[in-house]
């Protein structure tokens, strides 16, 4: 979190959780990376610990009636309050350490030089000095988006609120847009147990877009979605492998054919699998001729 009071660089992410042990993945791969590397810290927070009642309890019985069990406000205020502000039961409770030995294993794609986590690019205007947000995981959330991914990349502050049961109270989010900028997003059409694994998807999404934390710039400059299109098919040694050889092409040296040719790949692939992607995509002249010479 970059506060006036601290003012390290980079992305500090809570989760509140009646799982903590959930979250543990975080603490792997690039993410591991992330936090040994002071790019990332992230806090995980049980709700039971802003429980009141001698059971603990967490959920109660809807109103109006139904099945399952609605998650109280009574305790989930609490816990919103107190991770906004890093007091109370947040400052107790566990802040993940890296699994480690990622940091002296660099990545084939490691850039020295022009990544640092400290290069302001992008940065929203004012970003720090706003609240917090606030994502809630939920089936009846608006979709997560690469485009979603990449603005959330540049924040500093991401509370992650887990909803198990039927779902959290609806005044917790009301009542959270007080402290916090509220997003509640969906990982998918189908619906989870809860939203911990919906965590897991959204913060890699985001953390691997942080300049530092992704060696190569240019590997997710061509992300599937970056430029609304699927990403076409990669090849690597050896050239024939049985019997199927790798596109003649990719051994033109000619980077201009080179990238012709995979925006074609790609332009295929999005037609097949999401044609409701290309109507989103500004097509050139020679981007027709591609598709239409199939
Ligand atoms: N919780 C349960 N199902 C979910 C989904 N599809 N996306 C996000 N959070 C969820």
Redesign the pocket.
């Known amino acids: 979190m970059s506060t006036a009071e601290n003012p390290t660089p980079g992305l500090r992410l809570d989760v509140v959780t009646i799982f903590p042990e959930y979250l543990e993945p975080l603490r792997h791969a690039l993410l591991g990376k992330a936090i040994e590397q002071g790019i990332l810290s992230v806090g995980v927070h049980d709700l039971r610990a802003w429980a009141t009642d001698v059971h603990k309890s967490v959920d109660d019985t809807p109103y109006g009636g139904g099945p399952g069990m609605v998650m109280k406000p009574t305790v989930w205020g609490p816990a919103l309050d107190d991770v906004a502000a890093g007091t109370g039961a947040a400052t107790r409770t566990a802040e993940l350490t890296s699994s480690l030995p990622h940091l002296h294993k660099p990545r084939h794609d490691d850039l020295t030089g022009s990544e640092g986590i400290d290069d302001g690019v992008d940065k929203q205007p004012g970003a720090d000095a706003g609240k917090p947000l606030l994502l809630v995981?939920?089936?009846a959330?608006k979709p997560f988006t690469q485009s979603d991914a990449q603005e959330w990349s540049k924040e500093s502050h991401i509370v992650f609120a887990c909803g198990r049961y039927e779902g959290i109270d609806q005044r917790v989010i009301d009542d959270a847009a007080n402290r916090y900028r509220v997003r509640e997003?969906?990982?998918?059409d189908?619906?989870?147990i809860?939203?911990e694994v919906?965590v897991l998807v959204i913060a890699e999404a985001v953390v691997r877009l942080i300049p530092g934390v992704l060696g190569n710039r240019r590997s997710h400059e061509e992300d599937s979605f970056s430029d609304g299109l699927l990403e076409g098919p990669s090849y690597t040694k050896p050239r024939v492998w049985r019997d199927l050889e790798v596109p003649e092409v990719l051994f033109s040296g000619n980077h201009a054919r080179v990238d012709r040719w995979r925006r074609d790949q790609a332009l295929k692939r999005t037609r097949a699998v999401r044609p409701e992607l290309l109507e989103q995509v500004e097509l050139s002249g020679r981007d027709r001729e591609a598709l239409e010479g199939e």
């Open positions: 995981p939920t089936p959330g997003v969906s990982i998918g189908y619906v989870l809860g939203g919906a």
